[in-house]
């Protein structure tokens, strides 16, 4: 046990010697290791006491050097200023052209030399800030002229053709749409560029001049395309196309013209004017009623021209130059905005349209001028002619209205006025025509010596149907008469009410003055005859178009009425036969009495004979007077002459009847046939061929 625990001491004691020898290693190890740290952090003092001065003077070294260079880029931006004029004056002198982008840079640069010369009140009066100043203005000028150049040399009026396709003049060739008539090349799409890279640069300067060139020229060639137009129409038609032939009377032959679906040059309505034929076709087709027309004036058919002083008025032209002007407008339009900075646009279009414009509208206002003219001479068909002429305006102002916005109140007033002065001239002719129709002249020359239909009651016929075909255009012109109707001048209706009020009031005077011709005849029954025809025609004219629907709107028993005098002038023609109702039913005095007639074998005395003899003869003179002269009168319409015809033969024929059977069998002479000339027969063949001159 004692062993045991020596043994364990004694190996414990050996354990601690070895501790002890290793904790003796560790501290010399200790005291190694901190004096090489201290040697080391003495050598560290020693280095950096060394390398820090080299290091703060190297900063400042540095320093130095960026200072230096720095102070070189000033000098060699400053001088840079003083070479400007040098560098770009070649540039400058040689001119824009071929060379826009550098020129432009070029001119940058000067400006900027201008800017950096102007902060310093030391340059503020070098020669360097002269030089480069005048060089600028110089610069400026020759892109000013180079504008000018591009503008003049590239831009070109539109080619006669182009517009003709695109407002349609052609039936054949469809119109061009809005999109196509805008797209129409004007100027070169590269000259354009440049202009408003020009432009642009101008107007960032404060140059105005170059938009003041731009709308001289461009004003220019809208005019030239205008009339290009024009000129090429004329030279295509010639000069027999363009004339406006018509009838002077007020009584015009109807005419025949079509406004087509797309007869504006609207971009809702109009492709193409459908293009209405001259004043001279207008003027030339007759009616489409299948009424013959009479007597006409031998004074009053004379072939005239529609003419002014200065030349011939056509309104087919004219109404091509609108649409062509609509279309150049809304064209040049599109162009100016890609050239003509934003700010200015709609002054320098203003500016640009106005040739154009005043152009078309003095040849507007002319055509009402001459129209008045021949208003004043009573020549109506100038009022025909003008009625495709309003229309056509009307129908183009709300195009005209859109492209005109932000333009001057006189420019967008021009349209407008136009139109209200033709009103007002039409109105005041409709209002004189009424009054030409109740004292057209009654003289007896005037009248036709058949009783025909008068050419004033065809021609009033005629021109009443012009103004229905011309609903809202002669409602537009009645308006005009009413200052307070003037807002309603676009309603149909009460277009419709106007008219049929106006045409009543034509068709009263119309009557008057017919009761007034018909007293120039010295014969009562001619003049029943002229009036049944004439009244009849205007019935049937009536009944056959658009103008019963007016009318109604106004008279719902104008048929009746018209009926009414027709029958009063039936009983007033019936009267020419009292004479010979009077013979053949012997009323007043009987050659002899019916009882002394019927007695066989009755010897007649002398008295007796001699009145007999006397009724066949008084009854053949007369018969033959009035057959000779009513087979002379005229009655066009077939159902009223047979009408008329059938009363005749049911008037005399009965008592024609009753008075040659009452002496068939009384010998009052020994040559019956020399009294007893017609027979029933003959007396019913003979009234049916009344009314035909050739029979």
């Not at 040399?153 to 695109?166: L, N, Y």
């Not at 007759?286 to 002014?308: A, I, M, P, Q, W």
């Not at 277009?495 to 034509?506: D, F, G």
């Amino acid at each position: 046990m004692k062993n045991e625990i020596e043994a364990k001491m004694s190996k414990e004691r050996c354990v601690l010697s070895t501790v002890k020898t290793q904790l003796a290693k560790n501290e010399t190890l200790t005291t190694n290791m901190v004096n090489i740290l201290n040697s080391f952090d003495s050598r560290l003092h020693k280095l950096e006491d060394t390398i820090v001065p080299v290091y703060k003077q190297t900063g400042r070294l540095q320093r130095m050097q960026e200072n230096i260079e720095k102070t070189l880029s000033s000098f060699d931006h400053v001088i840079s200023y003083y070479k400007v004029a040098e560098d770009v004056e070649p540039i400058i002198i040689n001119g824009p052209s071929g060379q826009l982008d550098r020129y432009l840079q070029s001119m940058a640069r000067i400006q900027n030399a201008i800017e950096f010369f102007n902060k310093d009140d030391l340059h503020s009066f070098s020669l360097e800030l002269t030089a480069v100043q005048n060089l600028f203005e110089r610069g400026k000028d020759a892109l000013e002229r180079e504008f000018s150049n591009l503008l003049k040399r590239h831009s070109k009026p539109v080619a006669p053709i182009t517009i003709m396709d695109t407002i349609g003049i052609d039936e054949e060739i469809p119109a061009e749409s809005d999109h196509e008539s805008l797209a129409w090349e004007h100027i070169p799409e590269k000259i354009i560029v440049e202009l408003h890279e020009i432009s642009k640069w101008l107007h960032s300067h404060s140059s105005i001049d170059f938009m003041t060139v731009y709308a001289q020229v461009r004003s220019n060639m809208l005019v030239r395309s205008i009339t290009g137009m024009k000129e090429h129409l004329k030279k295509s038609s010639g000069s027999s196309c363009s004339s406006a032939a018509y009838n002077p009377s007020p009584l015009m032959p109807r005419t025949s013209y079509k406004m087509g679906t797309k007869d504006t040059p609207t971009k809702r309505n109009l492709k193409k004017p459908s293009m209405i034929r001259k004043a001279s076709t207008l003027m030339k087709h007759g009616s489409h009623h299948t009424l013959e027309v009479g007597h006409k004036r031998t004074n009053s058919t004379s072939s005239y021209e529609f003419k002014d002083e200065s030349g011939e008025i056509d309104t087919e032209a004219y109404m091509n130059a609108l649409s062509a002007l609509l279309k150049l407008v809304q064209s040049e339009s599109k162009l100016l905005t890609r050239i003509i900075p934003e700010r200015n646009q709609r002054m320098i279009f203003d500016q640009l349209i106005q040739n154009a414009f005043d152009l078309v509208i003095a040849e507007g206002e002319n055509i009402a001028i001459v129209a008045k003219r021949h208003l004043a001479r009573h020549e109506f068909s100038a009022l025909i002619m003008m009625f495709p002429v309003i229309k056509h305006l009307r129908n183009v102002k709300p195009d005209f209205d859109e492209g005109l916005q932000g333009t001057q109140p006189s420019t967008r007033a021009k349209i407008p006025n136009l139109i209200s002065k033709l009103h007002t001239t039409g109105a005041r002719a409709l209002e004189e025509y009424i009054d030409v129709i109740r004292s057209d002249p009654d003289k007896q020359s005037n009248m036709p010596t058949d009783g025909t239909v008068h050419e004033l009651v065809s021609n009033t016929i005629t021109f009443l149907e012009h103004l229905v075909d011309n609903l809202d255009t002669v409602g537009g012109m009645l308006a005009a008469q009413e200052p307070s109707a003037r807002g309603n001048a676009n309603d149909v209706d009460y277009n419709k009410r106007m008219l049929a009020a106006y045409i009543i009031k034509v068709l009263g005077a119309l009557q008057l003055n017919l009761q007034l011709k018909s007293k120039a005849y010295d014969h009562f029954p001619l003049a029943a005859v002229f009036l049944m025809n004439n009244y009849t025609y205007i019935l049937k004219a009536l009944m056959k178009g658009e103008l019963i629907k007016l009318v109604h709107i106004h008279d719902g028993e104008v048929e009746e009425s018209y009926n009414t005098l027709i029958n009063e002038q039936r009983s007033s023609y019936a009267q020419s036969w009292n004479k010979v109702i009077e013979l053949t039913l012997e009323r007043s005095k009987p050659a002899m009495s019916v009882q002394r007639t019927a007695q066989a074998g009755v010897k007649l005395k002398d008295r007796e004979r001699q009145g007999i003899k006397e009724k066949f003869k008084s009854f053949n003179d007369e018969f033959e007077q009035i057959y000779e002269i009513h087979k002379g009168y005229a009655i066009p319409d077939k159902k009223l002459r047979e009408s008329l015809r059938k009363d005749n033969v049911d008037l005399i024929l009965p008592a024609y009847s009753i008075f040659i059977s009452k002496y068939n069998n009384v010998q009052f002479t020994k040559n019956p046939e020399k009294y007893i000339k017609y027979s029933t027969d003959d007396v019913s063949d003979m009234l049916n061929k009344f009314f035909d001159v050739s029979a």
